[in-house]
């Protein structure tokens, strides 16, 4: 019964609202950046109960670790590297001072955001963009290009909550590349460890002070 009444339409159509419109502008206007990782885990806490209500096959269904396959992560290596080198490029004319911020005044936390980032930040975020975002409103968009499209708008829209103009367009970008990876693999391990390269990168060459709440102030 509850299962039915979750996936009515109209219940679907205002949780999208809520969960992708509302909740992200909330955000943006009462300036809550600072609270990013309390609203993404509450996200992801609720996208695993929609999952796990409505769509649920099993664990190993939804990480799809045969996916982490060598040709895979041969497309996704050759992406990130090409990816990175824009990043570089980009720092240096947009922000030259934030370049290489991260290695040259804080090395030490080098070593914390290669581990923790893609847990505690990657590991949500595609929960909520893919896992959920791709099963829960496939009657809306699709399965091809409209969803795609539809998860990096939503993506990039949920990083204007940074107020700079830079996180939201890099985040489409980004949503873009982890919405294709994902609609060709279904596997939210992949996606992740695609996502969690992306975002080291980010913080390494400087970038990711756009995606940090500090930015806010």
Known sequence: MLQAKLNNNKVILIEFFLLCIALPSYIILSKNAPFMFMFLWGA????????????WKGYKEIWNWAAVSRENLKSVLLRFSLASVGMVVFIY??????????????????PYLMVFYPVFSALPQEIIFCSFFFRRYHGFFGEGRGMIFASAIVFAYAHVLYINPVA????????????MTYSKTKSLA????EHGLYG???FLT?????FYSGSVQ
């Open 44 to 55: 992801c806490a609720y996208g695993i109960f929609i999952l796990r209500i409505c769509y």
């Open 93 to 110: 004319f947009y922000d030259p001072a934030l370049m290489f911020y991260l290695p040259m005044q804080r090395p030490e936390f080098i």
């Open 206 to 210: 400087g970038l990711g002070w756009y």
């Open 168 to 179: 939201p367009t890099l985040g489409f970008l980004g949503g873009m590349i982890f919405a």
């Open 200 to 202: 080291n990168m980010l």
């Open 190 to 193: 992949l996606v992740t460890i």
